[in-house]
């Protein structure tokens, strides 16, 4: 590298400026430390017994909350409904004391979060309704324990920028209805800042906190209150629901399958298998059996959203063993191209759905998680499982012609994609047969490959589906090629002896989508509360 391109060193000058920035710094934090100390000091002196004004501060006791008497609902009003237009008015909330603020023995700010939505409140010592002691109270508060707070909305002549909501609650009356414990396992600041915040902290030669994946997931229930995770399932609501209501109005039925079954619903090494009663039974790899039974049953077009189990996910190579499936089942008149029909409607509607809809929850995570929007197109993208090879031995990667994509390979595959044809959403058919499980209908021209296809997102697969095998003869002979045991399946089979349309389908896992939609690198940060073969809790 020459001299040139070199960062020249610090004046003296320069670095007596940042040493004494450095100072102040230091001498505030002090400061601050210094202040509470002393609030809480003065604070302690005051005695609760001896106020007038006890009555409007406190912890409800037990009783109270045991359903003692029935209230109108109403009185509450939601944190996120606070705005200039209830400004001057009296309101009554319940929150989490999100931040609590000492200033002197007579104020006091609480954040108070509900949902996601936050707001300041002030407790001022008041002559009338509030008294030192309840600023006390206030300043002793647990973070995160369940407050109610009433009070007027005032509006603040200056931003306030560590609440959503752009209002002040004047505090009048305040009362824990359930204490968090004083030291929580992990700081919700900590579990909410950004690796870019910790970062830029390291290159100032300040040290953050960084909260790990598992005492994340050991202390779920607080890593699920940061602005993030919230966003983050509360986007996956927003695809189940934008899945249904789509399915619904094209005139699919909502089913609900057996997760307990005889016999594997695939085949293949990733499946739970267990006693029942005797009897060899297994968890559902996937309600594909009982979706394709359905059809036989008349109902012609049906959909799920369940759990589905694995031993293994070999395509993430995370482990991960419970999922939530979105699976679809229809008949068709002539083509598999019928369902890839559907699947290219129905996610388009889903990416915009939660593009509208979810705008406040894809920022927060964002803002935890950077990524960049997906690209799709309004007409998805095909390719064949040949163009797709063709177009990686292009760049040099070499894949088997009847052998499966593996991991790096889709990936590759995506990026040729997303440079080629501007998309990160398409769909790759015709598998070769092989790979694919033993309902699947072979072409009709190349018994080598399969009326099978994949989609695909950021080239990560999401969706498997195909048109299915109907002929009962020719299903058993495929069951026994893929080494399942027809008779632990007889049921499935014998189904399709009293008359089966030609039918198709595919599954998707839900938190693959929401994972992919939103960038993120784990597909455990999109499952609730996630299940692998190390952790069962919480």
């Known amino acids: 590298m020459s001299s040139e391109s070199q960062e020249p060193p610090l004046s003296s000058e320069a670095q007596s400026k940042k040493a004494a920035k450095k100072e102040a710094a230091k001498?505030?934090?002090?400061?601050?430390?210094?202040?509470?100390?002393?609030?809480?000091?003065?604070?302690?002196?005051?005695?609760?017994?001896?106020?007038?004004?006890?009555?409007?501060?406190?912890?409800?006791?037990?009783?109270?909350i045991q359903s003692k008497t029935p209230v109108d609902v109403n009185e509450w009003t939601r944190v996120e409904a606070l705005d200039d237009s209830v400004a001057k008015k009296p309101v009554k909330i319940r929150g989490r004391a999100q931040t609590i603020r000492p200033v002197g023995k007579k104020m006091a700010f609480l954040v108070i979060r509900e949902n996601g939505f936050t707001v300041q409140c002030l407790v001022q010592a008041q002559p009338d309704s509030?008294?030192?002691?309840?600023?006390?109270?206030?300043?002793?508060?647990?973070?995160?324990?369940?407050?109610?707070?009433?009070?007027?909305?005032?509006?603040?002549?200056?931003?306030?920028k560590g609440a959503t909501q752009q209002v002040e609650i004047q505090v009048s009356k305040l009362y824990c209805v359930s204490k968090a414990v004083p030291t929580l396992p992990i700081n919700l600041e900590d579990a909410a800042r950004s690796e870019?915040?910790?970062?830029?902290?390291?290159?100032?030669?300040?040290?953050?906190?960084?909260?790990?994946?598992?005492?994340?997931?050991?202390?779920?229930?607080?890593?699920?209150?940061?602005?993030?995770?919230?966003?983050?399932?509360?986007?996956?609501?927003?695809?189940?629901?934008?899945?249904?209501?789509?399915?619904?109005?094209?005139?699919?039925?909502?089913?609900?399958?057996?997760?307990?079954?005889?016999?594997?619903s695939e085949g293949g090494a990733a499946v739970?298998?267990?006693?029942?009663?005797?009897?060899?039974?297994?968890?559902?790899?996937?309600?594909?059996?009982?979706?394709?039974?359905?059809i036989c049953a008349d109902f012609g077009r049906v959909f799920e959203i369940g759990p589905v189990f694995r031993a293994e996910d070999s395509f993430t190579h995370r482990h991960l063993c419970e999922f939530t499936g979105l699976d679809v089942e229809m008949e068709i008149k002539?083509?598999?191209?019928?369902?890839?029909?559907?699947?290219?409607?129905?996610?388009?509607?889903?990416?915009?759905?939660?593009?509208?809809?979810?705008?406040k929850d894809l920022e927060a995570v964002a803002n935890q998680y950077p990524f960049e929007p997906l690209k799709y197109l309004r007409n998805t993208l095909r390719l064949t499982y040949e163009e797709g090879i063709q177009m990686l031995?292009?760049?040099?990667?070499?894949?088997?012609?009847?052998?499966?994509?593996?991991?790096?390979?889709?990936?590759?595959?995506?990026?040729?994609?997303?440079?080629?044809?501007?998309?990160?959403?398409?769909?790759?058919?015709?598998?070769?047969?092989?790979?694919?499980?033993?309902?699947?209908?072979?072409?009709?021209?190349?018994?080598?490959?399969?009326?099978?296809?994949?989609?695909?997102?950021?080239g990560e697969e999401i969706i498997s589906g195909a048109q299915r095998v109907h002929v009962p003869e020719f299903l058993e002979q495929?069951?026994?090629?893929?080494?399942?045991?027809?008779?632990?399946?007889?049921?499935?089979?014998?189904?399709?002896?009293?008359?089966?349309?030609?039918?198709?389908?595919?599954?998707?896992?839900?938190?693959?989508?929401?994972?992919?939609?939103?960038?993120?690198?784990?597909?455990?940060?999109?499952?609730?509360?996630?299940?692998?073969?190390?952790?069962?809790?919480?």
């Not at 292009?394 to 991991?407: A, C, K, S, Y």
């Not at 080629?420 to 790759?428: A, Q």
């Not at 632990?488 to 008359?499: C, K, L, N, P, V």
């Open 27 to 64: 001498q505030e934090k002090l400061r601050r430390k210094q202040e509470l100390a002393a609030a809480t000091t003065a604070a302690s002196n005051l005695s609760v017994e001896d106020d007038p004004l006890a009555v409007n501060y406190g912890f409800v006791p037990l009783i109270e």
């Open 130 to 160: 509030v008294s030192p002691q309840m600023v006390k109270f206030a300043a002793a508060l647990s973070r995160e324990s369940i407050v109610d707070v009433e009070g007027v909305v005032s509006i603040p002549a200056a931003p306030i």
């Open 196 to 264: 870019v915040e910790i970062e830029k902290a390291i290159q100032a030669g300040e040290q953050l906190v960084r909260v790990n994946q598992d005492t994340r997931l050991n202390f779920r229930v607080l890593d699920l209150r940061t602005p993030a995770n919230q966003g983050i399932f509360r986007i996956q609501s927003q695809v189940g629901n934008a899945f249904r209501q789509f399915l619904l109005g094209e005139s699919f039925v909502e089913i609900h399958t057996p997760k307990l079954i005889a016999g594997s």
């Open 272 to 294: 739970f298998r267990l006693d029942y009663k005797g009897q060899p039974a297994c968890l559902a790899q996937s309600p594909q059996l009982h979706k394709q039974m359905s």
């Open 334 to 359: 002539k083509h598999y191209f019928e369902v890839m029909d559907v699947v290219d409607r129905l996610f388009v509607a889903i990416f915009d759905s939660l593009n509208t809809n979810c705008k």
């Open 393 to 458: 031995k292009e760049v040099g990667v070499e894949i088997e012609p009847f052998g499966d994509l593996n991991t790096e390979a889709e990936r590759k595959l995506g990026q040729l994609v997303l440079e080629k044809y501007g998309t990160e959403f398409y769909i790759l058919h015709r598998y070769p047969l092989a790979i694919r499980p033993f309902y699947t209908m072979p072409c009709y021209d190349n018994s080598n490959y399969s009326n099978s296809f994949d989609v695909f997102i950021r």
């Open 478 to 538: 495929r069951a026994q090629a893929c080494g399942i045991e027809v008779k632990t399946i007889s049921s499935y089979i014998d189904s399709f002896r009293y008359g089966a349309p030609p039918h198709g389908g595919f599954g998707v896992g839900l938190e693959r989508v929401v994972m992919l939609f939103c960038g993120l690198n784990n597909i455990r940060k999109t499952s609730l509360y996630p299940r692998d073969p190390l952790r069962i809790a919480p």
